[in-house]
């Protein structure tokens, strides 16, 4: 990644934006993608977008779902999107929350939106243009890590992913009435 030109990203939060949001998804079976999820990745690889992955698993502190089972599901989510040509270029999660069961895993942390310890692992990791940058996110939290780590944050409520990230992302007049 060094030496690679600086180019924008969208960092996506998982449950509510790529997938349907059933509550507490770690496996694959209880997974459902969001309409337009997989061909709104495959628009931002196209547009030259690095794609990430920013999501809260509280899941894991509160004892309903191991690290390994989330990533058997990220693993899946990949493959997916492969079979589609499209990419999430990486991922980072934050298995903790002060309110787990867990002892490993409670605790506070920089990383648990809304803190954009997430986001600005992954800008120090790549080559992000920072300014060109948005996140998607449905709830508050989300909104309020992408103002902390000075990127523009945009609020999902549901619909189709491509269409939306069509109209809001790429500008691209007339998106929605797929």
Known sequence: MAGEKRRPAVFLDRD??????????????????????????KALNEAGFYVFVTTN???????????????????????????FGARIDDLRYCPYHPEGTIAAYTRKSDWRKPAPGMILDLIARWPVDREKSVLIGDKDADLAAARAAEIRGLKFEGRNLENFVRREVLGEKGAGVR
Request: hydrophobic fraction near 45%; avoid cysteine.
């Open 16 to 41: 509510g934006v790529l997938n349907v949001d059933h509550g507490y998804v770690a496996k694959p079976e209880q997974f459902q993608w969001i309409e337009g999820a997989i061909a709104a990745v």
């Open 57 to 83: 698993q509280s899941g894991i502190a509160r004892g309903l779902y191991s690290v390994d089972d989330m990533h058997r599901l990220h693993d899946f989510m990949k493959k997916e999107l492969a079979r």
